[in-house]
């Protein structure tokens, strides 16, 4: 069974396998880590997930039997991020992905957005991010803008309140 879970010092070993797949570099989207973050010790790794609880916005775990198999979080409508980055980013370590694990939990973090007032969500993704594209057709979500960002170029979509749940 998926679940979504909040960040908790007691996945430290399961999260930390997760985190070995996708190698170095702080490329986990959803994950909510630094540079300045010690995710390898069992105390900066509790230092972090408390500064994760603590923040503003959410940040869940995708995990199914034990094995952490994503990360998801949702930015709350005043962080400056938002603008950006759009209000949710995600991860699924490279062994997960391919299996619905990423529209999953994105329909549950839709449903938390509803329930608190966030309407439209705003998802930011680059033009090459076949996965998320084909999220965003799924959940009918309209494509805003496209835009330039340096070398790469990102799509701005708008997901409503009234969005289609998929399948
Ligand atoms: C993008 C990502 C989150 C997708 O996760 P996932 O669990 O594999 O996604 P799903 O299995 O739910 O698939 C969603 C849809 O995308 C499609 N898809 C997923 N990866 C794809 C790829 N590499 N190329 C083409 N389509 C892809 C799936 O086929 C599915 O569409 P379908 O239902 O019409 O078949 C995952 O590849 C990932 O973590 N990538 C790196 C981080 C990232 O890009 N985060 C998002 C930033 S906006």
Same mark, same amino acid.
């Given at each position: 069974?998926?679940?979504?879970? $909040? %960040?908790?010092?007691?996945?430290?070993?399961?999260?930390?396998?997760?985190?070995?797949?996708?190698?170095?570099?702080?490329?986990?989207?959803?994950?909510?880590? &630094?540079?300045?973050? =010690?995710? !390898?010790?069992?105390?900066?790794?509790?230092?972090?997930?408390?500064?994760?609880?603590?923040?503003?916005?959410?940040?869940?775990?995708?995990?199914?039997?034990? $094995?952490?198999?994503?990360?998801?979080?949702?930015?709350?409508?005043? =962080? !400056?991020?938002?603008?950006?980055?759009?209000?949710?980013?995600?991860?699924?370590?490279?062994?997960?992905?391919?299996?619905?694990?990423?529209?999953?939990?994105?329909?549950?973090?839709?449903?938390?957005?509803?329930?608190?007032?966030?309407?439209?969500?705003?998802?930011?993704?680059?033009? =090459?991010?076949?996965? &998320?594209?084909?999220?965003?057709?799924?959940?009918?979500? &309209?494509?805003?803008?496209? !835009?330039?960002?340096?070398?790469? $170029?990102?799509? $701005?979509?708008?997901?409503?309140?009234?969005?289609?749940? %998929?399948?």
């Amino acid at each position: 069974m998926l679940e979504l879970v $909040r %960040p908790q010092v007691g996945l430290h070993e399961a999260w930390s396998d997760a985190h070995a797949e996708w190698g170095p570099g702080l490329h986990e989207d959803g994950f909510g880590i &630094t540079p300045y973050d =010690d995710v !390898e010790t069992d105390d900066g790794f509790r230092t972090w997930a408390g500064r994760l609880i603590a923040r503003r916005g959410a940040y869940w775990w995708i995990v199914q039997d034990g $094995r952490v198999l994503g990360g998801i979080a949702l930015r709350s409508p005043g =962080d !400056e991020g938002v603008q950006q980055l759009g209000h949710v980013g995600y991860g699924i370590r490279p062994s997960a992905r391919g299996r619905g694990v990423a529209t999953w939990a994105l329909g549950q973090v839709l449903s938390h957005a509803s329930r608190i007032g966030i309407d439209p969500v705003v998802i930011v993704c680059r033009e =090459d991010n076949a996965g &998320t594209i084909a999220m965003m057709e799924h959940y009918s979500a &309209t494509l805003v803008s496209t !835009e330039r960002r340096g070398s790469v $170029r990102v799509r $701005r979509y708008a997901v409503s309140r009234s969005h289609k749940r %998929p399948g």
